[in-house]
T-cell receptor, first 109, second 114 residues
Framework: DAKTTQPNSMESNEEEPVHLPCNHSTISGTDYIHWYRQLPSQGPEYVIHGLTSNVNNRMASLAIAEDRKSSTLILHRATLRDAAVYYCILRATGNQFYFGTGTSLTVIP | DAGVTQSPTHLIKTRGQHVTLRCSPISGHKSVSWYQQVLGQGPQFIFQYYEKEERGRGNFPDRFSARQFPNYSSELNVNALLLGDSALYLC?????????????FGQGTRLTVV
């Protein structure tokens, strides 16, 4: 099972951009990179995913390294509602999501 | 649109009892997965079903079982409950088990074993 490594915690000031890193040096060619976030007492929420190219959606951007061994989730302007645990997950077709311990993001007003 | 619904939301059981947790996926979704989340940790995979067939099983004892019905809803059963089974049980649904397919999670069932 491909593993990911994330910092345990990060802080950001409100309305500042946030860059959440993830290392996945054992990624295989068929693994998609997914990001989910989880607020306390709620189920995980989809944020974004990609395979090789950078991706943008209304919530965030995903920057994928050329060798795909790392990626960065970018929140362009952090709000207090973005405070959550962010999980970086690798998933191949037919496989389940393997969550690590994630990064706990604190947003400072 | 209704999201993934799980029932019950909270449950208290005694050691040795049996429990059944239920999940209704988003309409049109044929894949359902179950996860266990112990306090302070990330969700751990238990089962994956697609088109009513088991497609994957995590490292959980045989006390854990599941099934998917013709309408794609699913049940997770746990027998002979232990204190360590206390956790948030999450259900996720997706269109298919493709690697590039996003999953939608329910709010979970909080199981407390006393």
């Amino acid at each position: 099972d491909a593993k990911t490594t994330q910092p345990n915690s990060m802080e950001s000031n409100e309305e500042e951009p946030v860059h959440l890193p993830c290392n996945h040096s054992t990624i295989s060619g068929t693994d998609y990179i997914h990001w989910y976030r989880q607020l306390p007492s709620q189920g995980p929420e989809y944020v974004i995913h990609g395979l090789t190219s950078n991706v943008n959606n209304r919530m965030a951007s995903l920057a994928i390294a050329e060798d795909r061994k790392s990626s960065t989730l970018i929140l362009h302007r952090a709000t207090l509602r973005d405070a959550a645990v962010y999980y970086c997950i690798l998933r191949a077709t037919g496989n389940q999501f393997y969550f690590g311990t994630g990064t706990s993001l604190t947003v400072i007003p | 649109d209704a999201g993934v619904t799980q029932s019950p939301t909270h449950l208290i059981k005694t050691r040795g009892q049996h429990v059944t947790l239920r999940c209704s996926p988003i309409s049109g979704h044929k894949s359902v997965s179950w996860y266990q989340q112990v306090l302070g940790q990330g969700p751990q995979f238990i089962f994956q079903y697609y088109e009513k067939e088991e497609r994957g099983r995590g490292n959980f004892p045989d006390r854990f079982s599941a099934r998917q019905f013709p309408n794609y809803s699913s049940e997770l059963n746990v027998n002979a409950l232990l204190l360590g089974d206390s956790a948030l049980y999450l259900c996720a649904s997706s269109l298919d088990p493709g690697g590039g397919t996003e999953a939608f999670f329910g709010q979970g069932t909080r199981l407390t074993v006393v």
